[in-house]
């Protein structure tokens, strides 16, 4: 299986060609510090790529080193995991643990992530092969609109008793039909016939699906009747009338589930996520912690670390596209530990999760580097933003300094929830000129030291209002 980047990343055609180096490269243009986790993941990965250059025999027996990050709230966890998957195409899921309960209480049973995990995969797919198809998809699409504009003259001769045309007249006929019908696609195609209706005879869905619940949960089976017995029903239709633009998108839409063999993709979906998927676990610390009997709401804590076990171990779970194995599946597990600690978790759990790293605080120095350096930086998020009114925003260094110390500030004087404090603190400096931008007069703004002092300063002063910025 060989894996294609993404284009934004030079002087690699495969995945095959990225070293560890260049993905921690990679990651930095997105994450900011942590450089232990990216090594860490960037290692996994690379880990991956060696297993899939190895005789079948062999690499079935090495599973992926599993990775567990301590840290705090806003630190990067989830981005690092998330961006690692955009990086290799892989199927991506996040889930939190502590969504999950114990076999026989109500809730959401462990399973689901594989199977949600299939879904993703699934959607991935399908949207490749829509991009693969596409061309074909909307040349079709377009035969079938003009059809319903023009009907071909075959269609539009109503039976008489007139005697059939000659050869001479059929081919003039069917001469100045093609050149009616180019005058339409060209109209078509400049937009012209836009508010045109036009009559689409569109399948019926009207038949309910049932749901069957089952011990492995309800959200496994979906079954739709007409899917089981197909020949009973038929395939019923139903005409609608619509404009041409949302005709168009329809039977685009048709057109691509035409040609799409679903099979393919399953096969293909089903594979990726066996071989490829990544599961970031979120939450890990919030099920940690021994039963103290009793009852109460930690009862299944340890019960939920059993079931995931054997998830973690690599199983075969029942979904609706059949079997799915989890034993080359990436988990990467996430927790604060501020109550409890990785030693807390059952040691067959701790044992599937061999790789450790601790992920920092941010310092204010962080907070300036995240406001500036990365490809989605809060400042030029907001300058963007603002721009679309013909604002023109500027931040001096002195100004990004001020708010990087004024996050910092209010996480020690509150709680720390790390990188997510630069979002409210700039949705509080820049409240004022989101609000009065479109009826500013002056459109060129400048943002220094002295104008964040002046918007920020009442929320250090005042511990109460700094509880309220979450």
Excluded: C, W
């Excluded at 060989?2 to 921690?24: G, H, K």
């Excluded at 017995?229 to 589930?257: C, D, S, W």
């Excluded at 990087?404 to 004022?432: C, P, Q, S, Y």
């Amino acid at each position: 299986m060989v894996f294609y980047l993404p284009e934004n990343i030079e002087n690699a055609t495969s995945l095959d060609d990225l070293t560890p180096r260049q993905i921690v490269a990679e990651l930095d243009k997105y994450v900011v510090g942590q450089g232990n986790a990216k090594r860490s993941v960037a290692v996994a990965l690379r880990n991956r790529m060696r297993r899939q250059k190895l005789a079948p025999e062999i690499a079935e027996d090495i599973l992926p080193k599993n990775i567990i990050m301590i840290g705090p709230t806003g630190v990067g966890k989830t981005e690092i995991a998330r961006r690692l998957a955009r990086l290799t195409n892989s199927p991506f899921l996040k889930v939190e643990a502590s969504r999950f309960t114990e076999v026989g209480y109500v809730g959401r049973d462990v399973e689901s992530m594989i199977r949600d995990l299939v879904e993703v995969s699934i959607d991935m797919v399908r949207e490749e092969k829509v991009d693969e198809v596409a061309e074909k998809a909307e040349q079709s699409a377009e035969e079938r609109l003009l059809d319903l504009l023009l009907p071909p003259p075959s269609l539009m001769r109503k039976p008489d008793k007139s005697p059939p045309d000659s050869d001479d007249a059929r081919a003039a006929m069917h001469e100045q039909f093609q050149r009616t019908r180019e005058k339409l696609r060209a109209q078509l195609r400049e937009g012209k016939l836009d508010d045109r209706e036009v009559e689409v005879e569109m399948r019926d869905r009207s038949m309910p699906a049932f749901e069957v619940i089952t011990s492995q949960g309800v959200e496994e089976m979906d079954i739709n009747i007409k899917d089981i017995l197909p020949g009973l029903f038929g395939q019923r239709t139903k005409k609608r009338r619509m404009h041409v633009t949302e005709a168009m998108e329809y039977l685009i839409q048709e057109e691509e589930n035409r040609l799409i063999d679903m099979d393919q993709v399953t096969r293909t979906a089903v594979e990726r996520a066996e071989q490829s998927g990544i599961i970031f676990l979120d939450e890990i610390d919030k099920i940690a912690g021994r039963e103290r009997g009793g009852g109460g709401p930690d009862v299944s804590r340890e019960g939920v670390q059993r079931d995931i076990l054997p998830i973690v171990e690599g199983t075969t779970v029942n979904t609706r596209y059949g079997m799915v194995r989890t034993d080359h599946v990436l988990f990467i597990a996430a927790g604060a530990f501020h109550v409890s600690k990785p030693s807390d978790l059952i040691p067959e759990l701790q044992g599937r999760f061999p790789i450790r790293v601790e992920l920092h605080s941010l310092t204010t120095e962080d907070f300036i580097r995240i406001l500036k350096e990365p490809k989605s930086a809060l400042v030029k998020q907001y300058t963007a933003l603002l721009d679309t009114e013909g604002i023109k925003l500027t931040f001096t260094d002195e100004a990004l300094q001020e708010i990087a110390k004024f996050a910092a500030a209010v996480n020690e004087a509150a709680e720390n929830i790390g990188a997510r404090r630069l979002h409210t603190i700039m949705e509080k400096l820049l409240d004022e000129i989101s609000f009065e931008g479109p009826d500013l007069k002056k459109k060129v703004v400048r943002i220094d030291a002295a104008y964040v002092q002046k918007q920020l300063t009442d929320i250090v002063k005042n511990q109460d209002l700094s509880r309220y910025i979450l």
